[in-house]
């Protein structure tokens, strides 16, 4: 039992002795106390500068006309997304986000988004300010309106989802794809049509001509968007309440002219300066928003132009 006793005695001797060899001193140990997960030493490295990076910040915000007191001082903000943003940037959480506050164009970059964050919240809490989309409940039987168009082998997906988006929000009929016209579920198209492509009555012809003759065949007037020497100011042409189908060219080289042969009317966006046209989705849009204040849509079937459509491409 003596022996016994004498072993565990050594052994517990032993140790001790390791324990106090492997055991960091007081001032490495504090050294790396961890605060937030971080070693204190690195905090303190992170924190340093910070006065630099409050004066840069506060100089961007003024160059965009935003005012930092009220961001620090109103009650309104505490917890907000952009006073987080604000305190991320003057005392940044690790080497990465650092670095990259450190960077020279970085508080300008924050300084807009804080802005932003502070107009959306601001909106947000303006009753009479409408930033959300509507309900599928609110728009639910809802009316189309009697307006097609018809995409002529356009190249840019961005602005084929930029048409989508503008026929969504006015609630027409159809957009018709032709040819090389990119269709959904492209991707560029979606991101550009902002959610609205799904909601847009589509289809894809082969051929322009083709999806005209149809159109025609169905009854509908075919109107081309294009700047020739005949066609008619938007304003200044009766578009038909019944229905109305109207083409758009290609970016480059506009409507195809066997297209034209097979069109009732034409009407123009009229410019004023050197270029002679626009964009094709900004000029789908003026088309449909005229179509729109022509037809009254507050009041069903009311409203109308000045003067009737040209006749086509063999003369009024």
């Given at each position: 039992a003596?022996?016994?006793l004498?072993?565990?005695a050594a052994?517990a001797?032993l140790?001790?002795r390791t324990?106090?060899?492997?055991s960091l001193?007081?001032?490495?140990?504090?050294?790396?106390?961890?605060?937030?997960?971080q070693?204190?030493?690195?905090?303190?490295?992170?924190?340093?500068?910070?006065?630099?990076?409050?004066?840069?910040?506060?100089e961007?915000l003024?160059a965009?006309g935003?005012?930092?007191?009220t961001?620090?001082?109103?009650?309104?903000?505490?917890?907000s997304?952009a006073l987080r943003?604000?305190?991320s940037?003057?005392l940044?959480r690790?080497?990465?986000?650092?670095?990259?506050?450190?960077q020279p164009?970085?508080?300008?970059?924050?300084a807009?988004?804080i802005?932003?964050?502070?107009?959306e919240?601001?909106?947000d809490?303006?009753?009479w300010l409408r930033?959300?989309?509507?309900?599928l409940?609110e728009?639910?039987?809802?009316p189309?309106?009697p307006?097609t168009?018809v995409l002529d082998n356009l190249?840019?997906?961005a602005?084929?989802?930029?048409?989508?988006r503008a026929a969504?929000?006015?609630?027409?009929?159809?957009?018709?794809?032709?040819?090389?016209?990119?269709?959904p579920?492209?991707p560029?198209?979606l991101r550009?049509?902002?959610g609205s492509?799904e909601?847009?009555?589509?289809?894809?012809a082969g051929?322009t001509?083709d999806a005209?003759r149809?159109?025609?065949d169905r009854?509908?007037p075919v109107?081309?968007?294009e700047?020739?020497a005949?066609?008619?100011?938007?304003?200044?042409?009766r578009?038909?309440?019944?229905?109305?189908?109207?083409v758009?060219g290609?970016?480059l080289i506009?409507v195809?002219?066997q297209?034209?042969?097979?069109?009732d009317?034409?009407v123009?966006?009229?410019?004023?300066?050197?270029?002679?046209s626009?964009?094709v989705?900004?000029?789908?849009s003026?088309l449909?928003?005229?179509?729109?204040r022509?037809?009254?849509v507050?009041?069903k079937?009311?409203?109308?132009?000045?003067?009737?459509?040209?006749?086509?491409s063999?003369?009024e």
């Amino acid at each position: 039992a003596g022996c016994r006793l004498g072993r565990l005695a050594a052994t517990a001797c032993l140790v001790m002795r390791t324990a106090s060899c492997c055991s960091l001193p007081p001032s490495r140990s504090t050294a790396f106390s961890r605060i937030g997960g971080q070693p204190a030493a690195l905090n303190t490295r992170h924190a340093a500068g910070s006065d630099t990076r409050r004066a840069r910040l506060h100089e961007a915000l003024a160059a965009v006309g935003f005012e930092v007191d009220t961001l620090l001082e109103s009650a309104e903000f505490r917890g907000s997304s952009a006073l987080r943003m604000y305190s991320s940037f003057v005392l940044p959480r690790s080497h990465g986000a650092l670095a990259a506050a450190e960077q020279p164009q970085r508080a300008g970059v924050i300084a807009n988004s804080i802005a932003f964050m502070v107009r959306e919240h601001r909106n947000d809490r303006r009753e009479w300010l409408r930033n959300h989309d509507r309900s599928l409940a609110e728009v639910s039987g809802a009316p189309t309106f009697p307006l097609t168009l018809v995409l002529d082998n356009l190249r840019s997906a961005a602005n084929v989802g930029n048409i989508f988006r503008a026929a969504e929000a006015a609630r027409i009929e159809a957009v018709v794809c032709c040819g090389i016209t990119p269709t959904p579920p492209e991707p560029k198209l979606l991101r550009t049509a902002m959610g609205s492509a799904e909601y847009v009555k589509h289809t894809h012809a082969g051929s322009t001509l083709d999806a005209v003759r149809a159109l025609r065949d169905r009854g509908v007037p075919v109107w081309a968007c294009e700047t020739v020497a005949h066609a008619r100011v938007h304003w200044r042409t009766r578009m038909p309440p019944e229905g109305l189908a109207i083409v758009f060219g290609n970016e480059l080289i506009g409507v195809d002219a066997q297209v034209m042969d097979e069109c009732d009317g034409f009407v123009m966006v009229p410019t004023h300066g050197v270029k002679n046209s626009l964009n094709v989705a900004t000029c789908a849009s003026v088309l449909i928003w005229e179509a729109l204040r022509q037809w009254d849509v507050g009041e069903k079937g009311q409203g109308g132009g000045e003067e009737g459509a040209g006749a086509g491409s063999n003369g009024e």
